[in-house]
């Protein structure tokens, strides 16, 4: 069975940066588009970036654009968001998961927590 495993959220300052992985057993990725997503609080879970199975093409929410950086690890299964001068708004668990119709069964998700 496909399990999705999200790590390396955390509680950072406003300005801060942390480094999401992901990573997955059960299935390799290195033929799917991979994304990130998130859901705060009280909201629907939205799309954050993606990144195409090469590596060569990469996709970005405008409110993340310029501040996040989405990369893979096809050797290591692995797909990171790199992500900067965070906001208070980007606080939320967040997701990866390929980009199919269903969706692979989603993780755990990690938590993301940005302090102003």
């Known amino acids: 069975q496909v399990q999705l495993l999200e790590s390396g959220g955390g509680l950072v300052q406003a300005g801060g940066s942390l480094r999401l992985s992901c990573t997955a057993s059960?299935?390799?990725?290195?033929?799917?588009?991979m994304g990130w997503f998130r859901q705060a609080p009280g909201k629907e879970r939205e799309f954050v970036a993606a990144?195409?199975?090469?590596?060569?093409?990469?996709y970005y929410a405008d409110s993340v654009k310029g501040r996040f950086t989405i990369s893979r690890d096809n050797a290591k299964n692995e797909v990171y968001l790199q992500m900067n001068n965070l906001e208070p708004e980007d606080t939320a668990v967040y997701y990866c998961?390929?980009?199919?119709?269903?969706?692979?069964?989603w993780g755990q998700g990690t938590q993301v927590t940005v302090s102003s």
């Open positions: 998961n390929a980009e199919i119709i269903p969706p692979l069964p």
């Open positions: 059960g299935r390799t990725f290195s033929l799917d588009t």
């Open positions: 990144i195409s199975p090469g590596g060569t093409s990469t």
